[in-house]
């Protein structure tokens, strides 16, 4: 991608931003919210168009008409929220649309075959006939990444794919990635998690304010380094760390359960207190926040 332009009205998202991925790499894209990596990689996906630059695969120049064009091209992505049918198997969800069969009727042995052959090429034991549904988060992203290939994604842009993982799911899925970097797939890697760059990444790109700051190595460079090229200035705490003492009690929780989400929470919350509640995705935060606020019966 060269000199790629996007505006808005009233706002320039992109402005001249360059990117390149050679085969085989696994280049991060860093930068803060507003910084216009989601941009970049819509136009790169087919579904946003661009005012000018060029795009180029494979040393031609294309003009990408939309995402089915992209996926054509080999651009597949993969999002933060997984774009899969929970009701269908895993070997129905990678081969949606294009099922195996003869005379217009599923064959769904040889859809099974199929789907159990790429993701054992991707190192992970998932049982193709199995409702994704009942799959924890991790495989169902390789699910996701077996669909990419069985279109022959050649480009695989990951949206912030390690947001809802575990550590022990996180290292299976970078074992994943190095599978793929050794078959020469290309790999666009969006997070903000900075410790993970030098440990998955071959480059990193740093944006800022609709532009292409650098491209660095991502081995050696420093993360207070990468922090200062995100934000244009030295970032410390933001938040004065003062000891104080909480006050009376304002809320008190007990014992609340709201269907299969929350289940038996229990909590207080007292004046001049700031109370986290942590989880990964579908662990009932968002229940349990709705059910206080009165959004969600309890």
Sequence with gaps: MQKVRKSFPGVVALD???????????????????AGKSTLMKILSGSLGRDSGEIRVDGQAVEIQGPRHAQQLGIRTIYQE???????????????????????VLDRRAAEKAAARLLADLGVSVDPARPVR??????Q??????????????????????????AAEIDQLFATIERLRARGTSIIYISHRLEEVARIGDRVTVMRDGRRVTTLPARGTPIPELVRLMADREVGEHFP??????????LRVEHLTRGTHVRDVSF???????????????AGRTELARTLVGAEPA
Excluded at 82 to 98: C, H, W
């Design 268 to 282: 207080t919350l007292r004046r001049r207190e700031i109370l986290g509640v942590t989880g990964l995705l579908g």
């Design 16 to 34: 001249d931003v360059d990117l390149e991925v050679a085969p085989g790499e696994v280049h991060v894209l860093l930068g803060e919210n507003g």
């Design 141 to 166: 992203q390789m699910v996701e990444v077996a669909k990419a290939l069985s279109e022959e994604g050649r480009i695989l842009i990951m949206d912030e794919p390690t947001s809802a993982l575990t």
């Design 134 to 139: 009942e799959l924890g988060i991790a495989h």
């Design 241 to 250: 760390r003062r000891r104080r003492a909480p006050g009376d009690e304002l």
């Design 82 to 104: 997984l774009n899969l049918v929970p009701p269908l198997s895993a070997a129905a969800n990678i081969f949606l649309g294009k099922e195996p069969g003869r005379w217009g």
